[in-house]
């Protein structure tokens, strides 16, 4: 059974980059029938979805953040990456790591990684 | 791109049934049928309850239904148990940049 491990910073100042990674485990990223993606939630709000990657590459963002995310895959260890940098304190939230499905890079998700808080502050 | 808009509660007693509603326009809900659902339990990560409007994954309990009229698509939980309260989310690709939005929430009560 897949399953997604999110990992990095807890805390992240402003101005700075938040750097995160997804190991997948049960599976391989380089299957070509999925899509990989980020997805986050501030405390006691809606979801947002980041972007997604291709694991030839291929990435995807939300035109609200694009000109400030990056997402990579390294599929030699099996996991995906995502930064945000200028960070302030509205980017602080649970970030997701997911599966994604279909067209249009990916239009439902599963499995979730179970999330990990990055709190924004100096 | 404006979140869908989803009622922020609902509730029911053990056994009856309840439909979450989920609004959007032409552009996203109207105009694919890329609509999901997912329940959040507390401090929990989201789980995929619904796809393609109507489809179940595997391992979910058919009490769980979806459907879509217009821009508004729907879910349906019949013979509601007290592990159905949850929060509730749906979502949609918006029909241009790949993009997909999601809903605001519904809390659902289990009374």
């Known amino acids: 059974q897949l399953q997604l491990q999110e990992s990095g910073p807890g805390l992240v100042k402003p101005s700075e980059t938040l750097s995160l990674t997804c190991s997948i485990s049960?599976?391989?990223?380089?299957?070509?029938?999925?899509?990989w993606g980020w997805i986050r939630q501030p405390p006691g709000k809606g979801l947002e979805w980041i972007g997604s990657?291709?694991?030839?590459?291929?990435?995807y963002y939300n035109p609200s953040l694009r000109s400030r995310v990056a997402i990579s895959v390294d599929t030699s260890k099996n996991h995906f990456s995502l930064e945000l940098n200028s960070v302030t304190a509205t980017d602080t939230a649970v970030y997701y790591c997911v599966r994604s499905y279909g067209d249009y890079a990916g239009v439902w998700f599963d499995p979730w990684g179970q999330g990990t808080l990055v709190t924004v502050s100096s | 791109q404006s979140a869908l808009t989803q009622p922020p509660s609902a509730s029911g007693s053990p056994g009856q049934s309840v439909t979450i509603s989920c609004t959007g326009s032409?552009?996203?809900?109207?105009?694919?049928?890329?609509v999901s659902w997912y329940q959040q339990h507390p401090g929990k990560a989201p789980k995929l309850m619904i796809y393609?409007?109507?489809k179940r994954p595997s391992g979910v309990p058919d009490r769980f239904s979806g459907s879509k009229s217009g821009n508004t698509a729907s879910l349906t939980v019949s013979g509601l148990q007290a592990e159905d309260e949850a929060d509730y989310y749906c979502?949609?690709?918006?029909?241009?940049?790949?993009?997909?939005?999601f809903g605001g929430g519904t809390k659902l009560t289990v009374l």
């Open positions: 979502s949609s690709y918006v029909g241009y940049n790949n993009l997909k939005v």
């Open positions: 049960g599976g391989s990223i380089s299957s070509g029938s999925y899509y």
């Open positions: 032409s552009s996203d809900v109207g105009g694919h049928n890329y």
């Open positions: 393609e409007v109507s």
């Open positions: 990657i291709y694991y030839s590459g291929t990435t």
